[in-house]
């Protein structure tokens, strides 16, 4: 058939186009690179950034702490299991009080509560309890780090 004399053809002609573009390219004697408009870099504060520049971890009513938990579980920094964790009253379950000691405004220093908790935990050996705690204290601390500035972190 006379189909493959023609795709040969072809191709040659698309190599010697290709040199012909390089021989002109080269004969340039001053290429210009391209100039690119200049944009300022437009950065998005993180959902991190933008809780973590407007509270304190150390001092939150564990209602507080149950809406920024919200808020990063509606903006899918957070999954459900993380959600419930932070959102999670002691006071549900029969105990009334917290590892450690609210201030006269009900404030709590939730770095140092799961601390305490995590510290009786491991003396219980308590494994899935122990992994939680990490993940609340791993967050508390995501969000000290955003108040510094823009992060990307997601859990």
């Known amino acids: 058939m006379s189909i493959a004399p023609l795709a040969i053809l072809g191709a040659v002609n698309t190599v010697f186009s290709l ?3 390089l021989a002109h390219a080269t004969q340039r ?4 690179p391209m ?14 950034h933008e809780l973590g520049k ?19 579980y509606q903006n899918g920094a957070i999954d459900l299991s993380t959600h419930t964790l932070l ?3 002691p006071a549900m379950s029969g105990s009334t009080k917290l590892l450690t000691q609210a201030n006269a405004l009900g404030e709590v220093d939730w770095v140092a ?3 305490a908790r995590l510290q009786d935990q491991l003396q219980k050996g308590d494994i899935l309890a122990t992994e939680q705690s990490k ?21």
Do not use: C, K, M
């Open 113 to 115: 509560e799961f601390q």
């Open 87 to 89: 959102s999670f009253d």
């Open 135 to 155: 993940q609340a204290l791993d967050i508390l601390a995501r969000l000290q780090i955003g108040a510094r500035g823009v992060t990307s972190v997601r859990v």
């Open 19 to 21: 040199i012909g573009s």
């Open 54 to 72: 407007n509270i304190d971890v150390h001092a939150l009513t564990p209602d507080e702490l149950a809406s920024v938990s919200q808020i990063l």
């Open 29 to 32: 004697s001053s290429v210009e």
């Open 35 to 48: 100039q690119l408009p200049q944009v300022a870099p437009r950065v998005q504060e993180s959902i991190w």
